[in-house]
């Protein structure tokens, strides 16, 4: 049986109920910016010694979680889903 490779994206609440998803198919080349654009990035603040004024910085690095979806879909296993090809 052929593979079906996709990514799946998962929105859960503070009961981890799921909230919403989506289902994103090959080709996956523009995949990681659409599944980066629903990530909840939140900006954390933090007061580093001697400074009266917060840093911020965003909760996840955009460029280590598209790394990681690159990473993710280069090192797939696709033999399955091409078949005979």
Known sequence: ????????????????????????????????????????????RYLRNNTLFPTEIDQYDSYVLRETLHNYIAHQDYVFFMGDL
């Open 1 to 44: 049986m052929p593979a079906n490779p996709r990514i799946i994206w998962n929105l859960k609440d503070g009961n981890n109920q799921e909230r919403d998803y989506k289902v994103f198919n090959i080709p996956f080349l523009l995949v990681p910016d659409e599944v980066l654009n629903k990530v909840r990035i939140l900006k954390y």
